[in-house]
């Protein structure tokens, strides 16, 4: 098998292969490392690539499969890690100069629990600064490029995660998703991105170390997820990484689900509500098109009763800018700015400099409550809910948003008005691959669920891919 085939591969048929030595994982591990030698210079998905250490790793888990050991589920696929999810001896930048030289001395519990389960890590992916943005540059490393078109951005903040899984050059990638940071690049570069509902998958340390005073992480709003080409690799991930952990005062059981067996099963039957622009958010036209079709796939296919409905709030951007600002430590960062304000991204320090006052968080408190208890009521109508994952397809590299969607003025974080309001309600939302525009770029379809049926949402993925199969189209840097 060439490295071609097998970076073709999805995670699943690659452990499998890997399990009962049809492939060595050291043999993965170096066609994964040779394309990202091969596709960096022009791609820049990884900001601290770990080359050695996941020989040593593959290495390791050879020894294990030729000695008859169990190598785990994820036996030698390996993955990339996002750059704001902690790693025990690997550098965690994090996007900042601040950290420009952290070397966490724990990993987070989602890194500890893929390492555990055997999956190898090629190293660091890129993210904006402490991921306060929806793309993908920051001060210190080079902007992340889009495969799908290299002038064009991914999206983010899970960044260099979607570049990487978009090149073929891991089958697997781990984001976090805040405010959409991973549901964002998975519809700009064309794969399959989850959060589940809030404490599945439990979150520690996150973005903040006693040592760094000020960074934080969004307590309230963050989940990391997993990130993949095909649904069934997205719920192996999750088999690995869900669960309670006493780290994190959020984490639930999920007993209640079986992860692999969830993505199985027919949608005959189920009620779809289907919001194509929250009754008030400027849509493109090539998105608003591709989706529609998407959706009739639901009903035409599927065997959906789909109705078109919005959930009925009005646009909490502000609620949640908010409540970010909230969940950051604003006198920790204000003094770190002291030191550092002409090295960060001017869209951070902008945030910082804002004068926040106690009923601007009480009041996006209670207008988050608002928003959730407006969902809820939606929810009891419809099984799922769906709609684009963005306003806008893919757009140029370093910029924050597009001043103009749909022939109207819109703020830098319009685009995307249908992802963070799912980070204020805490539920299960996915991204998959809608269609691709004229150009040739990838648009998504979000899938939302009712509060902790993330099964569900993963059988509509499962069910929507097998329907489409978007998921063997290649991206044209693979071409050249």
């Not at 390492?115 to 190293?123: D, F, M, N």
Request: overall charge negative; glycine content about 8%; hydrophobic content about 40%.
């Amino acid at each position: 098998m060439n490295n071609d085939e097998i970076l073709n591969l999805d995670a699943v048929s690659l452990a499998a292969l890997i399990r009962d030595k049809s492939l060595s994982p050291v043999e993965v591990t170096r066609a994964s490392l040779q394309r990202m030698t091969l596709l960096e210079p022009e791609l820049h998905a990884f900001c601290t690539p770990v080359p050695d250490r996941a020989m040593q790793q593959a290495r390791e888990i050879e020894r294990k499969i030729m000695q008859g050991d169990d190598p785990g589920p994820l036996a030698g696929v390996p993955v990339a890690i996002k750059d704001l999810i902690a790693t025990a001896g690997i550098k965690t930048v994090s996007g900042s100069w601040i950290y420009e030289n952290f070397i966490p001395d724990e990993d987070d519990i989602t890194v500890e629990r893929l390492k555990a389960a055997g999956a190898i890590i090629l190293g660091k992916t890129n993210a904006p600064e402490f991921g306060y943005s929806g793309t993908g540059h920051n001060p210190v490393f080079p902007t992340t490029r889009n495969p799908w078109n290299t002038a064009l951005t991914p999206g983010g903040s899970s960044a260099g995660s979607a570049a990487a899984l978009a090149a073929r050059i891991c089958p697997l990638a781990l984001g976090s998703d805040g405010g959409g940071s991973v549901r964002i690049p998975a519809a700009h570069c064309g794969l399959f991105g989850m959060k589940a509902s809030m404490g599945r998958v439990p979150l520690y340390p996150g973005c903040r170390d006693e040592r760094y005073p000020g960074i934080s992480s969004w307590e309230s709003l963050e989940h990391i997820g997993p990130m993949t080409r095909t649904v069934a690799d997205a719920a192996m991930m999750l088999s690995v990484m869900a669960g309670p952990d006493p780290r994190d005062r959020h984490s639930i059981p999920t007993s209640d689900i079986d992860w692999l067996l969830a993505a199985k099963g027919s949608l005959k039957g189920l009620r779809i509500a289907y919001s194509a622009d929250w009754g008030y958010a400027a849509v493109d036209p090539e998105v608003r098109e591709i989706v529609g079709k998407a959706v009739r796939v639901f009903e035409q296919e599927l065997g959906c009763v789909v109705e078109e409905a919005h959930p009925g709030f009005s646009d909490p951007q502000e609620t949640f800018a908010a409540l970010v600002a909230q969940e950051t430590d604003l006198s920790g960062m204000r003094k770190l700015m002291e030191s550092y304000s002409e090295r960060m991204s001017p869209h951070l320090v902008a945030m910082l400099k804002k004068e926040w006052t106690a009923e601007i968080f009480t009041d996006a408190n209670m207008q988050r409550k608002a928003v959730t208890n407006k969902m809820w009521r939606f929810m009891q109508r419809y099984d799922l809910l769906l709609t684009p994952t963005l306003a806008m397809p893919p757009f140029p590299v370093d910029i924050e948003g597009p001043e103009i969607i749909e022939g109207r003025k819109v703020t830098p974080a319009e685009w995307l008005a249908f992802v963070f309001p799912i980070n204020l309600t805490g539920q299960p939302a996915a991204s998959i691959p809608a269609g691709f525009t004229a150009k040739g770029l990838p648009v998504g379809l979000q899938i939302v669920g009712r509060h902790l049926d993330d099964a569900l949402v993963l059988r509509a993925s499962a069910a929507f891919e097998k329907a489409c199969g978007w998921q063997h189209r290649l991206p044209p840097i693979l071409s050249r």
